[in-house]
């Protein structure tokens, strides 16, 4: 079994509501799983966190700590997927 290779790009949509944020990354996941990437004969999937400042958290160290955990949740939950949002 060839090893997992993982990105962790960020990215940003200011003045987004919650709802406007897990559309967009629903639709990374969906466009990623369409295309039928592969690397190395691997198929590519994407696990999306997400949070948004202030509802998850007033600082940006907070804010990636717990986008990063819904990013865990994601992958725990079977990956290729967007994870829990958490206030």
């Not at 993982?6 to 990215?11: A, E, G, I, Q, V």
């Not at 004969?41 to 994407?46: D, P, R, Y």
Request: aromatic letters at 6%.
């Amino acid at each position: 079994c060839p090893p997992t290779i993982t990105f962790f790009p960020s990215l940003v949509l200011p003045e987004t509501p919650v709802e406007g944020v897990k559309i967009v990354a629903q639709r990374l996941v969906e466009g990623v799983a369409g295309a039928s990437v592969a690397v190395e004969s691997e198929k590519v999937t994407v696990s999306i966190g997400v949070s948004c400042f202030p509802q998850s958290a007033q600082d940006p160290p907070d804010l990636v700590n717990l986008a990063d955990k819904s990013l865990y949740a994601a992958k725990n939950d079977g990956r290729n997927r967007v994870g829990p949002f958490l206030p």
